[in-house]
């Protein structure tokens, strides 16, 4: 599979030859392995929404302290929202953002600024230029990654259909 099949639609190029690439899956379980906290930028209370989908998952599945940010809400799932990423309280460590690409440069300098390790754009989120920026401010970045089904797929409950089939495994279940 060439890198072109998974950029998706709606993708900020460079003008440049791609000056990124995507870390290799042994990369991200290595990513993830070392995460402590997962920072949601562009969470939502709507259920329908995937950032709520995954701030689900990551709180009943996972050992991630979880945050949440969106100014326009005060708690989420029984915990507090943060109207930016400055008002995180202790260190960043990965921030996932569900966020549209026009927004994606200046999020990616509060992220810098905040000291966060990783930038971890959602599906269907690509923009080249901001990994270009975060790459050099000396962050990790993955793009049109899912945390939810990337963690799931390490951990063992990830299904061809996106969910835990319950299957019992004598496989050595890797932790993320």
Known sequence: MSLETTVPAGAVR????LSWSPP????RLALLSRTKSVTIVGASDNPARP???VATYLLSSSDYEVNFVNPR???LLGRPVYPSLADVPGELDLVSVFRKH???PEVAEDVIKAGART???QLG???????RRASEAGLDVVMNRCVKIEHARFAGGLHLAGFNTG???SRRRLKP
């Open 119 to 121: 930038l971890w754009l």
């Open 102 to 104: 026009s927004d994606l």
């Open 125 to 131: 989120l690509w923009h080249e230029p901001v990994a």
């Open 51 to 53: 950032s709520y989908f």
């Open 73 to 75: 809400l005060s708690s």
């Open 24 to 27: 290799t899956a042994r990369d």
């Open 14 to 17: 460079s003008e440049s030859p």
């Open 167 to 169: 299957v019992i495994s």
